[in-house]
């Protein structure tokens, strides 16, 4: 009886081994189908996450290009902004300062002006004074009266010689 446990029978080996098979066919047509398609399912959806991130990592790639080419474009645009601000500052303080300019001049030329007039009015004032003052003293010194008309001239013609000699 002892042997019968350690003796090999051939008929079991066989029988075992045909159970084997046949439990390997059904868990291959039952379980190793199935699983392999879900993996063949899975490895799908990895490679189409992969392929998704690639694409939006691409999309992300070129629209930060265009974000770049955007910024340098505004940059010059806001450089030929200020460009072009600054020249019409520089036009308007030229006019300005040109307009200033005119006005000081004319304002210059209208004072020389009444400056001119104030000092012939007062040449004028002055010979009117003095040929009061002439006839005044050639009358007390005369003793007659003089004619203002003939002092007069005599007063012009002296102003003028004095007025020419200096």
């Known amino acids: 009886m002892t042997l019968d446990i350690i003796s090999v029978n051939i008929w079991q080996i066989l029988i075992s081994l045909v159970n084997l098979l046949i439990m390997y066919l059904i868990l291959k047509k039952i ?76 304002i210059k030329q209208r004072a020389e002006a009444e400056i001119e007039q104030e000092k012939k009015q007062m040449l004028s004032d002055v010979r009117g004074e003095i040929s009061d003052i002439a006839v005044e003293i050639a009358s007390r010194i005369v003793g007659r009266e003089i004619r203002k008309e003939d002092h007069d001239s005599f007063v012009d013609d002296f102003i003028r010689n004095v007025g020419e000699q200096q």
Do not use: C, N, W
């Open 31 to 106: 379980l190793f189908g199935p699983v392999q398609k879900l993996i063949a399912t899975r490895k799908q959806q990895v490679e189409d996450i992969y392929t998704e991130a690639q694409a939006k990592r691409d999309s992300a790639e070129e629209m930060r290009s265009q974000y770049e080419e955007k910024l340098a474009i505004a940059r010059d645009e806001a450089d030929g902004i200020v460009r072009t601000a600054q020249q019409t500052a520089q036009r308007r303080s030229d006019a300005i300062v040109a307009e200033a300019t005119s006005q000081a001049s004319h």
